[in-house]
Nanobody, 122 residues
Framework: VQLVESGGESVQGAGPLRLSCVNS????????MGWFRQALGKEREGVAM???????KYADSVKGRFTCSYVKDDHILYLQMDNLRPDDTAMYYC??????????????????WGQGTQVTVS
């Protein structure tokens, strides 16, 4: 499994902005893909995750503003971000794990990570 993110940029105001994560390599019958972020000087936090077999979870801070989706045929994970705020500024990472999705507070059960893409909101 190799994950490559793209789409991060500097935006002014509420956006919108869409991040993409291409999943190349291994494909499993059941796995979870998610977005995490880490702001400067802060710990990494879960943003949203989706089980490719159905179901998604969101951090409270992004509910109603962000939408996470996975296109199976293209093996691409998206994060649609609307109503962006300055506190959404962070490096955003795509991650994957074999199995079900955990609560967004779980940031340590993912074995595959991308290199990150920077989102700056001003």
């Amino acid at each position: 499994v190799q994950l490559v993110e793209s789409g991060g940029e500097s935006v002014q105001g509420a956006g919108p902005l869409r991040l993409s994560c291409v999943n190349s390599g291994g494909v499993y019958r059941s796995y979870c893909m998610g977005w995490f972020r880490q702001a400067l000087g802060k710990e990494r936090e879960g943003v949203a995750m989706v089980n490719i077999r159905g179901g998604s979870k969101y951090a409270d801070s992004v509910k109603g503003r962000f939408t996470c989706s996975y296109v199976k045929d293209d093996h691409i994970l998206y994060l649609q971000m609307d109503n962006l705020r300055p506190d959404d500024t962070a490096m955003y990472y795509c991650a994957a794990r074999i199995g079900t999705c955990y609560d967004p507070s779980n940031t340590y059960s993912y074995g595959y990570w991308g290199q990150g893409t920077q989102v700056t909101v001003s």
